[in-house]
Structures are given as C-alpha cells and as structure tokens.
C-alpha cells in the first residue's frame, strides 16, 4: 500500500501530526502545512523537514500529493477549510466542534454525501484511556443499559486563553470548543440525544471573555434515558479528577471513574486505563488521541469503510450545542435536530 499524504491547515493542535512523520513506516505522512504564522511554517519545515509550506491553504488543496486534509484552525473556520477540501477532493478530519451553526451541519453532510469522500469528526475523548476503558466495560455488558450518564468538560481555560488569545477575541463559544468533547462522549454511551433543558452564565473569571463560560445541560435521550452535561471553563484550581468525569448508571451496574459496582458482585472492579506500554507523551494537548485518529483513517481509505465519528456524528453534537443555546435563551426545553 502506497503512503497517504497529510495536509495540515492550522499548526496550534494540528502541530502534532507532524510527529507522523518521524516513523518511516508511517502509512500516512505529512507532505505540506498551511498556517498564517510564519514562524510554526519555518519550524515545520526547518524541525520536520516539511517541504512544502504556506500561508495560503488554497495552495496546500490544490497539490495532488494530499489525499486527506486535517482542519485545525480556529473553530469558527472548520466550515470554511472543510468544505474547501472536500471540494477539492480531500479527505478531511477536522478537530472539534466540527463547525457551529446549522447551515454548516448541512453543508458539510451534503458534501460528504456528494462526493463519497472520508470525514471523521475527531473527537479525542474516544481515545483518552479511562473513556476507552469505560467503553470498553459498556461493550462487555458489564453496565447494562444506560438509565443516567453524568460528565462534565471541567477546566481552569485561562492559560490557554493566554497563549491563544482568538478565544477570548473571535470569541471561541466553549460550548462547542469544550463541550463537544462531552456531548460527544454521553452520545457514544448512550445515543441519540432528543430534548435538552440547559443554563448558562459568565462566572467573569476570564479576563475579557464576553459570553457564557458555564454551562449545566439536562438531556433525554431518544431510548428514554436521562443525562447531563457540565461544561465549566472557569474551574478556578479544579482538582484533577473534575475533568473528563464520566458516571454512569445502568441496569446491571455502576461505573463511577474507574470503579466499576456490578449487580450481585460484592467486590468492586478498578478499570484498567493504563495507555499501551509504547505510546509516549510526544507532546502536550490532545496530539496522541489525534494521531490514533490519522491511523484509523488510513483503514476507513483503503477499506473503503464509514469512519467514526462521522460526519453526521459531528453534526448532531453540534446540534445539542444549539438547542442548548435556545434553551438558555427562551428558558424552555428544546427539541434536538437528529435527521441528518
């Protein structure tokens, strides 16, 4: 099998895929990166030996080397550089949310649809070891059917406003920019998500964050379970365990983190999370999920297969997020948007 090419546009997280290239069996490889920094464009060349670089990402879409593109701008683009790529004839994974309204939901499903090409809405809390864990213990029937799943995006963000000010300035909505991690995650365990009830305020932590930075999301489900979604950026200090909890009750047990109480067995089970032995912390932020995600994508290719988180997945986290926001502004309970 020849080797895929990798296009990268957006160097912040997508900086990490260029650890691809350090394996010379890599099935996939970065041949060209687009970003309007100068500076992340001569470290990708000059530290990764990346040949082609540029500040324009219509150059980057139209070289023929790439077969799959990777959207890592800001999250008010994902719209934009997605649906350049696939109309160029790109496979695309684009980092979450996949975008933040509606029409772009539609236009990113009808391109897929159209053009038969790959999309995989990454959302790294699918690789994050105690959520594989977790995963894992739903899919040995060791929980049961859900009855109420419970998880919260919990996180002290200004540091990272700090050393990306676009947040604070676009502003990011950390509803989609954080949140999807977590309404992704209950969809996973649970389905389709059908009605939400949700509140929201600005803690004023954040130094010049003009919009919500907390939010409590009430969910029913479509198979009639309950749920909630906590998405805190104002954690001031939060200990560690806040972030990426995941409580789960179902009809056969109990899963509370690693610990995991099964009906009729005394003795609880810690869940086993340890990462495999060769997986490194190559660098800081989500690049090792992501880089999983680049792996996988090669597989969904060449075995020409649907790849998860689809695009219609992303979709209907976006949607969530959406009927979250009408909520918080009519104070009524919304319907989410499924028929993708």
Known sequence: M??????????????????????????????????????LLQLAHEDYGIEFVTEDYHEL????????????TPD???????????????????????????ADCERLVHLVDRTGLKFVAAMTWRHLPKIVAARRAFDEGKLGKVTLIDTGYVHDI?????????????????????????I?????????????????LNSGVIPGYPIEDTWILNLKFTNG???????????????????????????????TGLDLGMDGVPEHETLNAEPPANKERLIEGHANELLLYFHKMVDWI????EPT?????????????????ESVSTGQTVKVRNDF
């Not at 540091?159 to 949140?179: M, N």
């Not at 995650?185 to 649970?190: L, P, Q, T």
Request: glycine content about 10%; hydrophobic content about 45%.
């Open 184 to 200: 992704d995650c209950v969809r996973w365990f649970a389905g389709n998500i059908d009605t939400v009830h949700a509140f929201a």
């Open 76 to 102: 008010h683009l994902h719209a934009e550089h997605a649906a350049a790529a696939l109309e160029a004839g790109k496979h695309v994974l684009c980092t979450k949310p996949m975008v933040t309204t509606m």
């Open 61 to 72: 879409l139209s070289r023929s080397e790439i077969d799959v593109v990777g959207v890592f």
């Open 158 to 182: 200004r540091r990272v406003c700090e050393i990306t000010p676009w947040r604070v300035t676009a502003p990011q909505d950390f509803l989609f920019g954080g949140g999807a991690h977590a």
């Open 309 to 325: 988180p689809s695009v219609r997945d992303g979709a209907r986290v976006v949607a969530v997020a959406l009927a979250a926001q």
């Open 2 to 39: 020849s080797t895929l090419g990798l296009g990268i546009i957006g160097l912040g997280v997508g900086k990490g895929a260029l650890l691809l290239n350090q394996k010379s069996d890599s099935p996939i490889k970065v041949c060209g990166v687009a970003d309007k920094d100068p500076a």
């Open 225 to 255: 379970a309950v749920g909630r979604v906590s998405v805190i950026c104002s954690a001031v200090n939060s200990p560690p365990d806040a972030h990426q909890r995941l409580v789960i009750y179902g009809t056969k047990g109990t899963l």
């Open 302 to 305: 060449v075995g020409d297969k």
